[in-house]
């Protein structure tokens, strides 16, 4: 539904949900990059994960004045319990997540908004750059190129073991949703790699998905990232993998790549067990899988 406001016509509203943990030194640039949006009709919903810094103090005082920042307090628990939050909280017709550590561009949440619309699609996706002090980085040529996607070619691209566009395609962030794909999910409350548990099962209620390459996102490498550190939780992601195979094993999926892409993440996670000197418990877990997978035998993850 469009609304009128002061004689204008306004485009629909849309839900930034941003959640807050201890980012004191990178917050006021993910403020600024919200209010810079070309894009206005924005209702942005700020989670504070009990942040024992100053970030909070920090966004407020960046973006006071401006009544479509709302900000909300929760003991902390993760980002997957701050996110679900927000969602609860959120009343616009469409979703857009961003982490507070990185930052969008001028036009980011627009151009996702008319890719989206143009192609009558569920959800519409944006290219990104990682920014490591200062600098960008990333893969793309920075077109404006449209492509258009179903669930399973989308589950394919994410398949391919290290490849920039898989991450693209998996994190939560630089995409625009509509509304009613979270009805009935939620993020795993206590996860890592929350985002792999979810876009997959947002992808597969989608009718079609949109893919733009121009980059609109800055995501923005850390000291404090889970990627740059390790530890047996990370075995989520494992899990997050299986979650999938389970389903996708059930349909006309060709589930080769998939099984590929599963056995790499195996060997990945063998290795940093090792590297850093976790519980060699949760190796040989890995390794008996490992084992079964290279005699041909999936039947554990069918079940």
Known sequence: MVKKRGGMMDFPLISVIIPVYNVEPYIEECMISLLKQTYHNLEI??????????????AKATTQGDNRFTYYTKEHSGLSDTRNMGIEQATGEYFYFVDPDDFIFERSIERLYHVMEATESDIAVANYAKYIEGAFYHHSDNLRTVKLYSFFEVMQLIDQYRDDMSIALTTVWNKLYKKYLFDDIRFPSGKLFEDCFVTWKLYKKSHKIAFIESIEYAYRSTPNSIVQSYSPQHLDRIESIEERIHYLAGTDYPMEQLYRFYRAELDKHMYKLLEYNCDSIYYEML?????????????????
């Open 45 to 58: 919903i700020v989670v504070d994960d009990g942040s024992t810094d100053k970030s909070i103090e920090k």
């Open 287 to 303: 390794k008996q899988k490992m084992i079964k997978i290279d005699k041909g035998d999936y039947s554990f993850l069918k079940n």
